[in-house]
């Protein structure tokens, strides 16, 4: 019945070290920076393997095989002690690893020569696991963390069992032992108990670990948020700021520009008396400086009540066709007085446009970005040069407009200028008037729309920007 036992506990404990061995191989591939498991892994796979063996006497005892897993055995705990090492973060030298394992083989060595009883044997054999061990519990002591104090301690505490196990051996209590053979079987039943338990809590130490830092990474990356919410939010702040400033300075600008617009215009039409030709030369470049400064205010006016959020949008449902209905003749009338080619075409696309498909967008805040588009298209282009219009269906239930032109192209080291604020991406020494808001407030009133914009260009062919919004 004792034998049944002890092989049935045999076979319990083989089993839980081939479990451990998955469990912890699944864990090290998605933990791989937790130092230590690839040993822990390796000792357990020894243990089982030693275990396995040691449920056949007959094969147990035979004189190499015998040999052969005594130093398995004490293999396992060396790998055992390194993964705590590492785990812990003690560096250990490679020197003290060596030298118990050459230690132990050489006392295999004298004890093929010299043969020495099974108590020598058990007992050196002991001596050597209990040296490992004390050094596992050296390394655990640098462990600190209160987080998972509970795990080191009971580790600590299957450590000091499986060493007051092996202490027992050496130590002769009359009365309490009778039969020294029963005790030393039901010892070596309690150290592979006490092992399977080893690596268990070994495991449930290093989950531990994981879910220490976890929980640090966590409250880290909300400390990181909170610090990027509140700095968004002091951006948005000093952005309504500007915007604000810059709303009422351009309304304090626009009020004596305006008078200067309207007595340079005086002027000009000789109701105040006729001017000579250099007068009228002089008044007239007033004017016109006077209308690209107005331009520019108006559009920094604009720009700043888009970022500022204080745009009225009034989306009323429109049907593409409808719209390319009103919005030809204007675009017409515009191309022929600027002197371009101009055509209309349909998008080359698969997909039909249903009866009931509207889009939802503010006709003010429409004809503001075809006419900035177009505007732009006509600048950067050449006379008699062509510019098209294409809509359609897309592919993703949105309606383009796209305006294609065959001016100067955007050299592609400034695409990433081409929206950006007061940027004329390359433009600025060019010769050609602008201030670069005309693209910011296009971005802005699509956006508004929930539609979306975008570009294509290249140096001296030509460029295309569209717009889009969700069908409806």
Not at 207 to 223: D, G, I, V
Not at 226 to 231: L, T
Request: proline fraction near 2%; hydrophobic fraction near 45%; charge should be neutral.
């Amino acid at each position: 019945m004792m034998e049944f036992d002890i092989f049935t506990i045999q076979l319990m404990i083989t089993l839980t070290h081939v479990v451990l061995c998955v469990v912890i191989y699944n864990f090290s591939r998605k933990n791989s920076d937790i130092e230590g498991l690839k040993w822990c892994i390796y000792a357990s796979l020894l243990l089982s393997v030693e275990g396995f063996v040691s449920m056949f006497p007959e094969i147990r005892t035979a004189v190499p095989i015998n040999y052969v897993l005594n130093f398995i055995g004490v293999l396992a705990y060396v790998l055992l002690m390194n993964g705590i090492w590492q785990f812990c973060h003690v560096k250990i030298q490679e020197i003290y690893i060596w030298a118990i394992l050459l230690s132990y083989i050489l006392f295999e060595i004298m004890d093929a020569l010299l043969s020495f009883n099974i108590n020598i044997r058990l007992n050196v054999t002991a001596a050597f696991i209990s040296l490992v061990l004390l050094s596992c519990m050296y390394a655990l002591n640098h462990l600190n963390k209160k987080s998972y104090f509970l795990e080191k301690l009971f580790l600590q505490i299957l450590i000091t069992a499986h060493i007051l196990v092996y202490l027992s051996w050496f130590i002769e209590i009359e009365g309490v032992i009778q039969d020294n053979l029963q005790y030393r079987i039901l010892s070596f039943a309690a150290i592979y108990v006490i092992d399977a338990m080893i690596i268990i809590d070994l495991l449930f130490l290093i989950m531990a670990r994981r879910r220490y830092q976890l929980f640090f990474e966590n409250n880290r990356y909300k400390k990181a948020q909170e610090g990027i919410s509140d700095a968004l939010s002091k951006a948005n702040m000093a952005n309504k700021s500007k915007s604000i400033f810059l709303t009422n300075l351009s309304h304090e600008l626009r009020t004596p520009l305006n008078s200067i617009l309207g007595f340079s215009e005086v002027l000009l039409s000789d109701i105040a008396g006729k001017l000579s030709d250099k007068q009228s030369e002089f008044v007239k470049s007033i004017n016109d400086s006077g209308k690209s400064l107005h331009k520019l205010i108006t559009g920094l006016l604009n720009l700043s009540n888009i970022e500022a959020g204080i745009v009225d949008i009034d989306l009323v449902d429109e049907k593409p066709d409808e719209i390319m209905g009103w919005l030809f003749p204007k675009i017409k009338e515009e191309m022929k007085e600027k002197q371009r080619r101009f055509s209309i075409d349909k998008l080359d696309s698969d997909f039909e446009l249903r009866e009931k498909d509207v889009i939802k967008v503010d006709i003010k805040a429409f004809n503001q970005i075809m006419k900035s588009l177009l505007d732009n298209a006509i600048k950067y282009s050449q006379t008699n040069s062509r510019i098209r219009l294409i809509h359609g269906k897309t592919d993703h239930d949105k309606y383009r407009f796209s305006i294609i032109d065959e001016g100067i192209g955007i050299d592609k080291r400034h695409f990433h200028n081409v929206f950006k604020p007061l940027n004329r991406a390359g433009f600025e020494y060019q010769g050609v008037d602008g201030a670069g808001t005309g693209l910011p407030i296009t971005k802005g009133l699509t956006e508004l729309m929930d539609g979306t914009i975008g570009f294509k260009s290249e140096s001296y062919v030509g460029s295309e920007f569209w717009v889009e919004f969700p069908l409806y």
